[in-house]
């Protein structure tokens, strides 16, 4: 007999807030893999609609990153000087900064360890 598993449904949680008048942070809580990018891509395209002229991307809570969210990260960032703002990441978890440091995207992204320290 042949077990079949059903798939785990997305485990993340994305939440944006206004934190000056152009400023966004968005907090990336859980899992950004290929199930859940599109959540992250939702978020920073409202972001940028709205005028944002920098966008915050908190992966402190971020638990795991594959190829799929590396690469969100990456057109966002294009997406965000498109729009004349600025894209930076916040306080990466242990696990996303290891990601981030070996495939070299954190020479590409600017990385703040608060979000105060990442404001203009």
């Given at each position: 007999?042949t077990?079949?598993?059903?798939?785990?449904?997305?485990?993340?949680?994305?939440?944006?807030?206004?934190?000056?008048?152009?400023?966004?942070?968005?907090?990336?809580?859980?899992?950004?893999?290929?199930?859940?990018?599109?959540?992250?891509?939702?978020?920073?395209?409202?972001?940028?609609?709205?005028?944002?002229?920098?966008?915050?991307?908190?992966?402190?809570?971020?638990t795991?990153?594959?190829?799929?969210?590396?690469?969100?990260?990456?057109?966002?960032?294009r997406?965000?000087?498109?729009?004349?703002?600025?894209?930076?990441?916040?306080?990466?978890?242990?696990?996303?900064?290891?990601?981030?440091?070996?495939?070299?995207?954190?020479?590409?992204?600017?990385?703040?360890?608060?979000?105060?320290?990442?404001?203009?």
């Open positions: 007999m077990e079949h598993r059903a798939p785990r449904p997305p485990s993340l949680s994305v939440r944006a807030r206004q934190m000056a008048q152009d400023a966004y942070v968005i907090e990336v809580d859980g899992e950004l893999d290929h199930h859940t990018t599109g959540q992250l891509d939702e978020a920073i395209d409202h972001a940028l609609i709205r005028g944002a002229a920098a966008v915050l991307i908190d992966l402190q809570p971020t795991f990153l594959d190829s799929s969210g590396l690469n969100a990260l990456l057109t966002a960032h997406a965000a000087a498109r729009a004349g703002a600025r894209l930076a990441l916040i306080a990466p978890s242990a696990a996303v900064h290891r990601m981030l440091s070996l495939t070299g995207i954190d020479r590409v992204l600017p990385t703040y360890p608060t979000t105060e320290a990442a404001l203009p």
